[in-house]
């Protein structure tokens, strides 16, 4: 069966500071995709990235960046001097390969990130 | 930028009423997902539908659930009876192939009274 954990339910930090959102997964497939999303407080659910297992590159994007790692079956998100505008609910998601048919995603609990200015 | 677009934002109905949620994907995808999220709570897969039909469905979607695409853009989920543990943030998603990121509605908050 599968899981997304996030152990982190609130972070709360001072603009300009470093932030890493936690995430620990488990699949039994070899193959299966990794996932973030962001929730601000409108509501939305906004893609950031996703990652396949075949690919443990790590990857950055601005001040996003995010770590892979299979060994620990972990997924993190690093926010790089954050801003008032990076708080929201951050969810990371896992969907394994489905052999027919559509990917279905299981979301972790979410972290809720606050950037105090 | 194409979006996933959800109607309405948000719905109030009595308990034991239909409700349908509409949703119009982005428009070259071929799989459609509805999730929901309980207030504070994390998001659920309720059903996946490709080629017009369900790939797959989830617990929570049981006889009361229904979805159908009706014409070449819409894709509707129906409760035909709500009851007041179906009140949730309703979100349909679309994604272009089955492991490509699905993108997600701005949601339909749906309260059952």
């Known amino acids: 069966a599968q899981k997304v954990t996030q152990a982190q339910t609130e972070i709360s930090v001072v603009e300009k500071e470093d932030v890493t959102l936690d995430c620990v997964y488990e699949?039994?497939?070899?193959?299966?995709?990794l996932f973030w999303y962001k929730q601000p407080p409108s509501g939305e659910l906004v893609f950031l990235i996703r990652?396949?297992?075949?690919?443990?590159q790590n990857e950055i994007s601005g001040r996003y960046s995010w770590n892979f790692q299979k060994s620990t079956s972990s997924f993190n998100f690093t926010i790089t001097a954050s801003q008032v505008v990076d708080s929201a609910v951050y969810f990371c998601a896992l969907s394994e390969a489905p052999f027919l048919g559509a990917q279905k995603l299981v979301f972790g609990q979410g972290t809720r990130l606050t950037i105090n200015p | 930028e194409p979006e996933v677009t959800q109607t309405p934002s948000h719905q109030v109905t009595q308990m034991g009423q239909e409700v349908i949620l509409r949703c119009v994907p982005i428009?070259?995808?071929?799989?459609f997902y509805w999730y929901r999220q309980i207030l504070g709570q994390k998001v659920e897969f309720l059903v996946s539908f490709y080629n017009n039909e369900i790939s797959e469905k989830s617990e929570i979607f049981d006889d009361q659930f229904s979805v159908e695409r009706p014409d070449g853009s819409n894709f509707t989920l129906k409760i035909r009876s709500t009851k007041l543990e179906d009140s949730a943030m309703y979100f349909c998603a679309s994604s272009a192939r089955t492991v490509t990121e699905a993108f997600f509605g701005q949601g339909t908050r749906l309260t059952v009274v």
């Open positions: 699949t039994r497939d070899t193959t299966y995709y």
């Open positions: 990652r396949n297992s075949f690919d443990e």
């Open positions: 428009s070259n995808h071929l799989y």
